[in-house]
């Protein structure tokens, strides 16, 4: 997993509340458990004209200019700057792959669905819970070219203009997303305890490990 520490990014706004994994992944893509291929569907039904199907090739579908994402000012956006609720609906896995998968590397909300927040932590995803004035002061100054740093470390978001947002994030968390650990990259940290207990549990009950 790709460790987050400092990340100076561009800002995309999608100033919708109670986006849920369906509008983020729809139900038709989720077919496939590899964690990458997701990012061309991601927002589906509001990136294109047309009902995107899966293994589809997306070059030659019909876009929605009005879309956010499909606006030059926003290619290569990092940071998704959204509403509250975000991620509400199902707990598929797959939306946080779908946003990694296109090149997020954090979302900024007022407040996020809990099984999408646990999830964005295991995939490489910062979500960032800031108070709701503050999301519309962002909205408020976003204009084309809108850079957001945000520093995990010292858990602050900077603004162009040079204002310092601080945001909570349990220390745990914090811990594997600078190290770029997911679940089994913490576990192979205890790597040589574990080898050295089944060496253990080897000599005392040997049958288990006859094969």
Same mark, same amino acid.
């Given at each position: 997993?790709q460790a987050?520490?400092?990340?100076?990014?561009? @800002? +995309?706004?999608? &100033? $919708? +509340?109670?986006?849920?994994?369906?509008a983020?992944?729809?139900? /038709?893509?989720?077919?496939?458990?590899?964690?990458?291929?997701?990012?061309?569907f991601?927002? &589906?039904?509001w990136?294109?004209?047309d !009902?995107?199907?899966?293994d589809?090739? *997306?070059s030659?579908?019909?876009?929605?200019?009005?879309?956010?994402?499909? /606006?030059? &000012?926003?290619?290569g =956006?990092?940071? %998704?700057?959204? $509403?509250?609720?975000?991620?509400?609906g199902?707990?598929?896995?797959? =939306?946080?792959?779908?946003l990694? &998968?296109?090149?997020?590397?954090?979302i900024?909300?007022?407040?996020?669905?809990?099984?999408?927040?646990?999830? *964005?932590?295991?995939n490489?995803?910062?979500?960032? *819970?800031?108070?709701?004035?503050?999301?519309? /002061?962002?909205? +408020?100054?976003?204009?084309?070219?809108? !850079?957001?740093?945000?520093?995990? =470390?010292?858990?602050?978001?900077?603004?162009?203009?040079g !204002?310092?947002?601080?945001f909570? @994030?349990d +220390?745990? $968390?914090?811990?594997?997303?600078?190290?770029?650990?997911?679940?089994i990259?913490?576990t192979?940290? *205890?790597?040589d305890k574990i $080898?050295?207990?089944?060496?253990?549990?080897?000599n005392?009950t040997?049958w %288990?490990?006859?094969?």
């Amino acid at each position: 997993m790709q460790a987050f520490t400092v990340l100076n990014g561009l @800002v +995309a706004p999608l &100033d $919708r +509340a109670n986006v849920d994994t369906d509008a983020i992944i729809p139900k /038709q893509f989720l077919k496939s458990i590899k964690r990458s291929g997701f990012g061309p569907f991601l927002f &589906d039904e509001w990136r294109y004209l047309d !009902r995107g199907e899966p293994d589809m090739e *997306c070059s030659g579908r019909p876009v929605n200019p009005q879309f956010v994402l499909n /606006q030059p &000012d926003y290619q290569g =956006a990092e940071v %998704l700057l959204t $509403r509250e609720n975000f991620g509400c609906g199902s707990s598929r896995e797959h =939306a946080p792959w779908a946003l990694a &998968d296109y090149g997020f590397r954090a979302i900024i909300a007022p407040s996020f669905a809990d099984i999408f927040y646990n999830n *964005c932590f295991k995939n490489g995803l910062l979500p960032i *819970c800031l108070e709701a004035t503050v999301v519309s /002061q962002l909205f +408020a100054e976003l204009t084309a070219g809108y !850079r957001l740093i945000i520093d995990l =470390a010292a858990q602050t978001v900077t603004t162009p203009q040079g !204002r310092v947002l601080a945001f909570e @994030v349990d +220390a745990n $968390r914090k811990y594997r997303l600078l190290n770029g650990l997911d679940d089994i990259g913490l576990t192979l940290q *205890c790597a040589d305890k574990i $080898r050295a207990y089944e060496r253990q549990q080897a000599n005392k009950t040997p049958w %288990l490990f006859m094969s």
